[in-house]
């Protein structure tokens, strides 16, 4: 299998809500835009819905990664990929029937993501990976931008990028939380491709250098 493309997912949750439009372009150079939709159920924080994100999907040019963090993903998904997101990621502890949610967003032709907490483990997903385009390991407790990385879920993306190695499949793994260019090379060299960055991107002087920047950290360190 040939190398997998590192890309670059800015999170928007450190854009200025009153300014997206201008944010959104200030991030032209990135392979996504990660947008995540809070409930204030699943996690104690509360951001944006459908007509924000329609419209979001209306103005860039980009693919949308649409990171729900609700309660009853097997509801409200579905009406994501209707209005244009190119990915929708949903929690194992969140889901009921995370075969046939993923299978529903396949045949509405958007990609699929399963994302487990801190505490969850991945091995349960294995007997069921090649039902995904994506797993996304969090590296923060979600809810919030601008968190500590957490080293100590690496063992998980390392376990995880093994088994789809073993298997021959082309699983993206993705990373949410406290990645910047000093973490890059860490979530890259366990095995991640897809690395989510809000307040390393937004927080920066010129969030497309900070993309540059974050991508060939992570470029160097990658291992198949
Ligand atoms: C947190 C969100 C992240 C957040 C990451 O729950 O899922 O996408 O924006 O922010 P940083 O990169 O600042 O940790
Ligand atoms: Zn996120």
């Not at 993923?102 to 294995?126: K, N, S, T, Y």
């Not at 190695?165 to 090379?185: E, H, S, Y």
Request: proline letters at 5%.
């Amino acid at each position: 299998m040939g190398r997998m493309k590192i890309e670059i997912a800015p999170s928007i949750l450190s854009a200025d809500f009153c300014n997206l439009e201008r944010d959104l372009k200030r991030i032209e150079n990135a392979d996504l835009v990660h947008v995540d939709v809070m409930d204030h159920h699943f996690v104690p924080n509360l951001t944006i819905g459908e007509p924000v994100v329609k419209r979001i999907c209306e103005v860039t040019d980009l693919k949308v990664d649409v990171h729900l963090m609700i309660d009853d993903p097997d509801r409200w998904a579905p009406g994501y990929a209707e209005l244009g997101a190119d990915s929708v990621t949903f929690h194992m502890g969140a889901t009921h029937a995370p075969v046939r949610l993923a299978r529903q967003l396949h045949d509405m032709g958007c990609e699929a993501c399963f994302a487990v907490r801190p505490a969850e483990p991945v091995e349960p997903i294995f007997d069921i990976l090649d039902e995904f385009d994506t797993i996304l390991v969090m590296t923060v407790e979600p809810g919030f931008g601008g968190q500590k990385f957490l080293a100590n879920q690496m063992g998980k993306v390392r376990r995880l990028r093994d088994e789809i190695t073993r298997r021959g499949l082309k699983t993206n793994i993705q990373v949410d939380g406290g990645v910047g260019v000093k973490t890059a090379p860490i979530v890259a060299e366990a095995g991640a491709n897809i690395l989510v960055a809000g307040s390393a991107v937004y927080g920066a002087e010129n969030p497309g250098d900070a993309i540059n920047e974050i991508r060939d950290a992570a470029a160097a360190a990658y291992r198949d």
